[in-house]
């Protein structure tokens, strides 16, 4: 799976802003897309994470609330809707894809480049 990911930018905290994973090369039914992020000097983390099949979503608890995924089957693409940002959601964003747990970043196993999310405060 090829994946471009998109949208990212500098923001204030409490701001809003919608990351775009264009996914092409497969067919998604079975797979898993997911949103992870890596801050300076930090391991990359599970964000959020969609069944593309069933449309069941997860989210790491600090963004439960806040952030959005959902997915248009028509274009292939996952977003992520990030509502009221502050500046621990720093980092950079990466969308991925694989067949497994979404939860999980041993399940994917296609990573798009990252985009850059700033949140000033």
């Known amino acids: 799976v090829q994946l471009q990911a998109s949208g990212g930018g500098s923001v204030q905290a409490g701001d809003s802003l919608k990351l775009s994973c264009a996914a092409s090369g497969a067919n998604l039914l079975n797979f898993a897309l997911g949103w992870f992020r890596q801050a300076p000097g930090e391991e990359r983390e599970f964000v959020s994470g969609?069944?593309?099949?069933?449309?069941?979503?997860y989210y790491k608890d600090s963004v439960s609330g806040r952030f959005s995924i959902s997915r248009d089957r028509s274009k292939n693409t996952v977003y992520l809707q990030m509502n009221n940002v502050n500046p621990e959601d720093t980092a950079v964003y990466y969308c991925?894809?694989?067949?497994?747990?979404?939860?999980?970043?041993?399940?994917?196993?296609?990573w798009g480049r990252g985009t850059l999310v700033t949140v000033s405060s």
């Open positions: 969609i069944r593309w099949g069933s449309g069941s979503t």
């Open positions: 991925a894809a694989g067949v497994g747990n979404p939860r999980l970043i041993t399940t994917y196993v296609d």
